[in-house]
């Protein structure tokens, strides 16, 4: 082959292998399998051989990793790295958000939500398309010299793809570690008898900054990127056009980016994120808001350690390790059968885990959890725990993998996968195990507050098939549940009172007490307060309902399908017929607009009541238009305080926030009854 040959094959190569890492890292389509890429480098390392010439520092075979370096080296950054305000509370990240539109005045301003990457923070500079620098945040001015250990991660292009490059441009973002890497990792440590890690954050900063890069080649470390430092001719005026270019060029943007046209769609957007942060290979320990546009970020400007224009809302996180004892599944009130693992007791946060879910059948078999093993746990904020990764190196024998059950365990029926999701499901809406899920939650509170109708009392009236449809409820006698075991004529006399009551909840209430899938006490409220009764929400189509506030295309098909499918006619005509309520209360529609004494107004209840439950106290701060949050800020309007206050109380007080007895709230809102 002549020299002119090779060379031009050498070219097309790298090209070919350079758009293979973008399919893979970047895009998540790759098109060929690991001996496959493997054969590509193989073949270009032994044609730039063959060749003869010095190989171009940007080729893909000098990612493996050349001689260590001396030390590392100071380098200044050209824009200072300045670290980002955060905050804990959902109450304190809604000032903030009013803090920046009282800034940018009348100005629509749209927010992006990301997560943040627990890390390490990186700059990577690009000069004509080439990496010729990596260097870690250091101090915000100075950081440490890292681009030998950079250039052995896959995810990051030795240069940049497309046309379109900035002369000059810095480029932030986390280098990180997968916990299926750190899996791997440590069993291969097990092996050579070295002391396993215990985190991959940690990991992550120690081999970053190591002065050999075959070790950080063999480590498998990664990096995501968003954001910006210095540039030169940047087209992208927004942070989403950003993100994009960033994935045209070769690297990979953090992932799961969504923008929003307001603060309060993106505050509710993290809340919805944070619920599915197991999903994810990787650690993060919070999420950032940004403003979207690059040219109000900088008339917001910044503080002398911090943007104005970026929080970090952020969780505590902790974590242990304890033995996976079973595994066990449970049929929830919409069929699916959610998998649970039983956990040897650990102590997590002041509080005794021994329970955690699994969350689905892909997620068992991505993780490979397997009865017997040891596992970390995690358990952040609020959410439920869940197990991080396998620390299979610490296996002491072959265990047998888990296998999901193909029938109901309650009922025999065959599973189902939801089309184009991960849940499995149990098709029979008469499953046993179903009915007492759907029965309890339409008693409850927030529902249709049946007083005296408790778990054991369901479980009873199912098994003796005195129940099967909620409307059962509304048939049973005082003969029949005094027949039940432990039922004395007194406490079913109470019961079929508390159920005649329920008769008149309303739309709202009866809505989310039909367990309807993804429709919950507030979209129950907003398709109460817009549609007004049942009959008009059941001549409602699709779209009519999807152009509902914050219902959407997805919860508007699942209404729709729910009340014109078989079982839910029967359900609702059922009802109807047995005289239960099926229009709104105009406190519904005032509370979802806002209204109401308490309209537009933040409250937090603290301590003990003697006249209410907290659940009942927040039902009539809602019901008179009122929001009821959890933390004390400078934007809580009152505290209701009972017995034992505690610090709550001590930060209003020290705030000047308005502080108020139970008397004192009936009174504001018009008697208990009002």
Known sequence: MSRHKLAAEIDALREDIRRHDRLYHVEAKPELTDLQYDKLLERLAKLEAELGEPVPADSPTQRVGGEPVASLTAVPHRRPMLSIDNTYSIEELKNYGKRVAKLLPGEPVEWVVELKIDGVACALTYENGQLIRGVTRGNGQVGDDITHNVRTLKDVPLKLQGHDAP????????????????VRLNQQREKEEEEPFANTRNVSAGTIRLLDPRICA??????????LGYAEGLQATTHMQLLTQLGQWGLSPTPHVECFPNFDKAVEHCEDLIERLHELDFEVDGLVLKVNSFEQRERLGSTAKSPRWVIAYKFEKFEGMTRLNDIRVQVG?????????ELEPLQLAGTTVSRASLHNAEEIERKDIRVGDMVVVEKAGKIIPHIVRVEKHRREKPLKPFHFPTE???????LVKDEHGVYIRCPNQRCGAQVKERVRYFATRNAMDIEGLGDKLVELLVNEKLVQIYGDLYRLTVE???GLERMGRKSAENLIAGVAASKDRGLARLLNALSIRHVG???????????????KLRQADVEQLSATPDVGEVI???????????????????????????TADAATKAAVQGQGVLGGKTLVVTGTLNRYSRDEIQDLIAKHGGHATSSV????????????????????QKLGVKVLTEEEFEKLIGGALA
């Open 521 to 535: 006490r507030n979209v129950a409220m907003t398709l109460a307060a817009q549609f007004g009764s049942m009959e």
């Open 167 to 182: 002369p000059l441009i810095e480029i932030r973002g986390e280098v990180y570690m997968r916990n299926s890497d750190l």
């Open 480 to 482: 029949q549940v005094s």
């Open 556 to 582: 508007a098909q699942s209404v729709f399908d729910y009340l014109h499918s078989p079982y839910g006619e029967e359900v609702v005509d059922d009802l109807a017929a047995l005289g239960v309520r099926m």
């Open 408 to 414: 109901c365990p309650e009922c025999g029926s065959n």
């Open 218 to 227: 063999e480590r498998r470390l990664r990096m995501f990127c968003h954001g």
């Open 633 to 652: 800020s400078k934007s809580t309007d009152y505290v209701v305080a009972g017995e034992k206050a505690g610090s709550k109380l001590e930060k209003a």
């Open 333 to 341: 009130k919409s069929g699916t059968i959610t998998p649970v693992a």
